[in-house]
């Protein structure tokens, strides 16, 4: 341990008392809410104080050296950010058996006091507003696993069918901090990313973006990558494995070429050439209903994982086993691509509003089997979704307590409500143009649920007011109704 001190979290309190009456009411108020108890830890991680909004993150440059012998992590994160307002104090996040080696800022050791997850930041100077500076932060220790991935989040250590080593990554919900050190709210995006991995010599990693360069030595490679978007942090991920590459592009209708690249086992390189050509179906299929590909710079990926999928950003997660569905897709290709487009480019601000990134996303499912199959079996495939709906709890949720869904209504009662505005709207015609403007006027960027209903409702010249109010915040659904 080097370089910061800790600090008596009951002075803190006796000279912050504003901290410790913000938490009691967050508490009181959120105690039991739609099956779900809020935590002290729940408000840390959810909420917008003062510590989170007085600063905007810039970039993140992440180096992380992987063990797998011992399924252990250290790493750097240097935290470029731009000061909002002046401030001696900031709220990073990093789960509490992770160990902070130093933070410093501008070389000098800073201190710190860690509070469950969150870790708050003191400076002995006031950080003067609209003024830029870098956080580095040294860190190690065994990061949580994941035990039932993608829903639980952290580590999947394993082996692949020839004993080498298959390690991945998935985090929504859970967050980013529970591997690396970062302002973990959704709100919040760095405008790029760096994420350079050191693996053992034999293995390969692959991350979000661009690949820059490689090297080796005698014991690890290190592999260095970049992301030219802002990402949102559960995105930001790694896989490693002896991967083989399999490189493709797909043209845009305007003649862009966008890179594609598989990362597969060398026994699954034949059948995915074959299985994976319907990517540039996908592709087309949503460039036409949604706009371009968001991240064409970055391109596009898809990485074999020990589970099922998971829409990280430019390196999708891909464990279906290469197999199809009824209606002749690979279910995860379809959807966690659909996420690249709402949930990656458009972006909610808080996990309450998580409606928004699957809602459209599995709309998207039934506009690839209408645009694949024909209108029939697009409703014959919302029909079958909307057997799923369960009408138990609201699709929003409270904010500013990480809240997490608990069922799969934001998925299934989402998509029947688009559904039902397609219905009531009766023109296909506004109705797509009216989706494709949507994610092309928000095209990375974050949106909430207001934001989205009065786009739609304008671009539609229709008040969408009362199916959104009737399927968000209502428990008692009419799903044959007709508006």
């Not at 029947?416 to 009531?424: A, E, G, Y």
Request: proline share 3%; aromatic share 14%.
């Amino acid at each position: 341990m080097e370089d910061y001190q800790i600090i008596n979290l009951r002075s803190i309190f006796k000279k912050n008392r504003s901290l410790v009456l913000f938490f009691i009411l967050t508490l009181c108020s959120h105690t039991i809410c739609q099956s779900q108890i809020f935590s002290y830890q729940d408000s840390l991680r959810g909420s917008l104080r003062e510590e989170r909004t007085c600063f905007d993150v810039n970039y993140y440059d992440l180096a992380v050296n992987i063990n797998p012998s011992n399924q252990s992590i250290s790493g750097c994160n240097k935290i470029y950010f731009t000061t909002t307002k002046a401030t001696q104090k900031i709220q990073i996040d990093l789960f509490s058996n992770l160990n902070i080696i130093s933070i410093r800022l501008k070389n000098n050791a800073v201190t710190y006091i860690r509070d469950k997850n969150a870790v708050f930041v003191y400076f002995k100077k006031t950080l003067q507003a609209n003024e830029k500076y870098c956080l580095t932060i040294k860190y190690d220790g065994k990061p949580v696993k994941a035990q039932n991935p993608p829903w639980d989040g952290g580590f999947v250590w394993t082996k692949d069918s020839k004993k080498q080593h298959w390690i991945a990554l998935a985090c929504e919900g859970t967050g980013a901090s529970c591997w690396f050190p970062n302002k973990d709210h959704l709100s919040d995006e760095p405008d790029s990313a760096s994420i350079t991995v050191t693996v053992p010599k034999g293995l390969m990693c692959v991350s979000n973006g661009k690949l820059r360069k490689t090297s080796h030595n005698n014991l690890t490679s290190t592999y260095y990558w970049h992301v030219q978007y802002p990402i949102n942090n559960y995105n930001i991920t790694i896989n490693i494995a002896n991967y083989k590459t399999i490189h493709d592009t797909f043209t845009s209708s305007d003649g862009q070429k966008l890179d594609l690249n598989y990362y597969v086992f060398e026994e699954n390189l034949a059948k995915a050439k074959t299985h994976f050509q319907q990517v540039k179906t996908m592709l087309q299929c949503y460039e036409k209903y949604f706009g371009k590909y968001p991240f064409y710079n970055d391109g596009y990926a898809l990485v074999e994982t020990p589970y099922w999928g998971m829409e990280h950003q430019s390196a999708i997660a891909y464990g279906n086993r290469f197999k199809n569905n009824e209606y002749d897709f690979d279910f995860i290709i379809i959807h966690e691509s659909g996420h690249e487009w709402f949930g990656n480019s458009l972006s909610c601000n808080d996990p309450a509003e998580m409606w928004i990134h699957e809602s459209f996303t599995t709309y998207m499912e039934s506009i690839y089997v209408e645009e694949t199959l024909g209108r029939k079996k697009s409703e014959e495939y919302l029909e079958e979704q909307s057997k799923k709906i369960r009408n138990k709890v609201p699709l929003i949720g409270p904010s500013g307590v990480n809240y997490q869904h608990p069922d799969s209504d934001i998925y299934y009662k989402g998509t029947w409500m688009l559904h039902k505005i397609r219905q009531k709207i009766n023109n296909d015609t506004i109705w797509f143009s009216a989706l494709k403007s949507l994610a092309e006027h928000f095209k990375i960027a974050n949106v909430n649920t207001q934001q989205i209903i009065e786009w739609l409702s304008t671009e539609t010249r229709t008040n969408l007011k009362p199916i959104f109010d009737d399927y968000l915040y209502s428990t008692n659904t009419d799903l044959k109704k007709d508006y």
